[in-house]
């Protein structure tokens, strides 16, 4: 059964968006919220990144996912809500509902309301039977569930290795808060990138189409429509790099030169070579994983690698909460 969705863009005050790239850029190390990449062209841009050849996490966790959904479906058993952060196309959703017994219903949350239209219609012409609850909003932020008639298990989906974007203490929050969500039968299938040869890593993150360029300075064009700032997009390069430290890719957005950018009521100074931070992305061990899920109040049942040792996907459940 489809459900209508409020295709009202996602509120991302003015006010908010403002205090938070004004707060970002006033540090001494400039960064922004890798959240506000996602307006409506940043995340088309992303489902073109995820066709890239250099990018392997999509179709990794794809063909994981269609290799393994099988076993998963039994382990969730029937009529499970499957509660998904961050929608965006829907793609490994659709193979992984085609295994799912009986699901009583199907709650997408993105902050992209045209990226969420796009996928509540695409999923609800292929299981024209399934309830449908579509949820507009910043999943790392508060939200609640919609009603639902029908009583079942929560399953939470967290494809994508976006658990990555989570600073490692943010994550175990992060994770812990949807424990507590799930309740006591909950169980959550989360993608986690894994650490690998940087070689591959930065490749991923630098193609050579430019694309992933394209999405990074996309967020300063953002900043220029909707706060009315004057970045200019040709000023300013993207460059990715594999921190071996950190564990973790950081995407920059660096300062061709030295220059001033007016936003409203204020003026931000760059320095050439000065960068924005806009994006970490972390990449675990299995074992670190392992014991942050743990920490977090989930306790692994099954995981799966693929050949390559690229990428991996976790089915979790909820732990007792002390």
């Known amino acids: 059964m489809f459900m209508s969705l409020d295709t009202t863009p996602f509120p991302s005050p003015a006010s908010r968006f403002l205090s938070d790239v004004v707060d970002g850029l006033t540090r001494e190390q400039k960064r922004l919220p890798c959240k506000y990449l996602y307006d409506d062209r940043g995340s088309q841009l992303f489902n073109a990144i995820c066709e890239l050849p250099e990018y392997y996490p999509t179709r990794t966790e794809l063909a994981l996912t269609e290799r393994f959904a099988p076993e998963v479906a039994q382990r969730i058993g029937e009529s499970a809500n499957l509660i998904e952060l961050g929608a965006g196309s829907g793609l490994k959703t659709r193979t992984l509902l085609t295994h799912l017994e009986d699901p009583a219903a199907y709650i997408p949350v993105d902050i992209s309301s045209h990226e969420l239209s796009r996928c509540v219609r695409a999923i609800s012409s292929q299981f024209p039977e399934l309830t449908v609850k579509p949820v507009v909003a910043d999943y790392t932020g508060d939200w609640s569930l919609p009603r639902l008639a029908r009583s079942a298990r929560s399953l939470f989906y967290f494809p994508g290795s976006t658990i990555g974007n989570f600073e490692p203490d943010a994550a175990r929050g992060f994770l812990a808060q949807k424990a507590a969500l799930a309740g006591s039968d909950g169980a959550l299938l989360i993608g986690v990138d894994l650490k690998k040869d940087p070689a591959i890593l930065e490749a991923a993150y630098n193609d050579r189409a430019g694309i992933t360029a394209e999405f ?6 953002r900043i220029n429509r909707e706060l009315n700032a004057d970045f200019a997009l040709h000023d300013f390069r993207h460059q990715a790099i594999y921190n071996a430290d950190a564990g973790r890719i950081e995407m920059h957005l660096i300062s061709e030169r030295d220059q001033q950018i007016a936003l409203p009521g204020r003026t931000i100074e760059f320095t050439r070579g000065e960068s924005i931070i ?44 002390h």
């Open 216 to 221: 990074n300075l996309n967020l300063l064009r």
């Open 278 to 321: 806009t994006e970490h992305s972390y990449k675990y061990a299995i074992e670190e994983f392992a014991s942050l899920a743990e920490d977090a109040n989930w306790r692994t049942r099954s995981f799966w690698v693929d050949p390559d040792g690229l990428f991996s996907l976790w089915y979790l459940e909820t732990s007792e909460i």
